[in-house]
């Protein structure tokens, strides 16, 4: 072969070989992925066990049959047909959505008294209390109610607004009622105060979290800037403890939709909740109906969690 035409031919393409250290560091990340997925195994499989599982099971008995005598593990959704029963005539709402309409009633008053209260204290601690030591005493003090049980709690109400409670006594000592206040007890009132007493700490907590991460030169600039108290809380504080705000709400809008004893207790046994038509279902053993009724509350509730997290992009902001 003649030199002109070796070199028409051509070159070999030399591809060089990958350093060393790219590969010592691919074998590194694969490592440390690995240990990251071995930590959080234990986690997910207790998360697994203790809620998937149940759910799993909760959604499984919700498609069977049952009478007055056993529950049939047959397939059938008239489980769903009977919560929604009645639900599709235009001349009244049915029972579920009247049961729905008064635990929303019960969680938006809730979610707003819990978030004025925990918003008002969280933003003290945060900005006006400079020692850690004294947030840390007043953090424990609002963690006293749970030293006690949630029942011992709300029975606790009742030698005060009751009918010869303290506060109707009071009041007539005073003279400002002539006869005793009968809506104390027993009515919507003591359910939503209860449901304050018991929650508002589930707003406080995330909100200072959120509140002590604002670098406190943001605030001392909005005043330079002219800005007001009022408007440097709206423009700057509000929207910096968003993230607080939302998980708060998510733990109130939570507890307070599945709740049945507090309604129960507070409500004298006379007050419809979800929660409360679940727990009736399964103490006369309709186990099947009561898994269709939690299924249905539980998709409810997270409609509601998306809602909010479609308002505030957790992930993003944490």
């Not at 709402?93 to 009633?105: E, G, I």
């Not at 019960?106 to 945060?126: K, N, P, S």
């Not at 709690?153 to 000592?173: D, F, H, K």
Request: aromatic share 12%; hydrophobic share 55%; charged share 10%.
């Amino acid at each position: 072969m003649t030199d002109t035409a070796l070199s028409a031919m051509p070159a070999a393409v030399n591809v060089p070989a990958a350093p060393a250290s790219t590969t010592s560091l691919t074998a590194k990340t694969r490592r440390r992925r690995a240990l990251a997925y071995l930590q959080a195994a234990p986690m997910a499989l207790v998360f697994a066990v203790f809620f998937l599982v149940p759910l799993l099971l909760t959604l499984i008995v919700s498609f069977w049959e049952y009478n007055e005598y056993e529950i049939i593990p047959s397939f059938t959704v008239q489980n769903y047909f009977d919560v929604f029963e009645g639900c599709f005539s235009p001349a009244e709402a049915c029972t579920t959505v009247r049961t729905y309409v008064s635990t929303l009633k019960f969680c938006v008053l809730t979610w707003a008294c819990t978030l004025v209260i925990g918003f008002t204290v969280a933003y003290f601690v945060a900005f006006h209390v400079r020692s850690r030591t004294m947030q840390m005493a007043l953090f424990l003090v609002c963690t006293i109610p749970f030293w006690t049980s949630n029942v011992i709690r709300m029975i606790s109400w009742i030698p005060l607004l009751g009918r010869n409670g303290l506060v109707n006594y009071t009041l007539m000592g005073l003279g400002l009622i002539k006869a005793p206040i009968e809506g104390l007890l027993y009515s919507d009132f003591s359910v939503v105060l209860a449901f304050v007493h018991l929650n508002t700490v589930f707003m406080i907590v995330p909100i200072f979290n959120s509140m002590a991460r604002i670098d406190r030169s943001l605030i001392e600039a909005a005043y330079d800037a002219g800005a007001t108290g009022w408007q440097t809380l709206w423009n700057v504080v509000v929207p910096l403890a968003k993230p607080g705000i939302a998980i708060g709400s998510i733990f109130v809008v939570t507890l307070v939709m599945g709740d049945f004893v507090t309604v129960g207790v507070m409500g004298g046994q006379q007050i419809a909740s979800v929660g409360k038509v679940i727990q009736v279902q399964m103490s006369a053993l309709q186990l099947p109906a009561a898994a269709a009724n939690a299924v249905i509350l539980l998709g409810a509730v997270m409609l509601m969690i998306v809602a909010m997290t479609r308002l505030i992009d957790l992930r993003k902001e944490l």
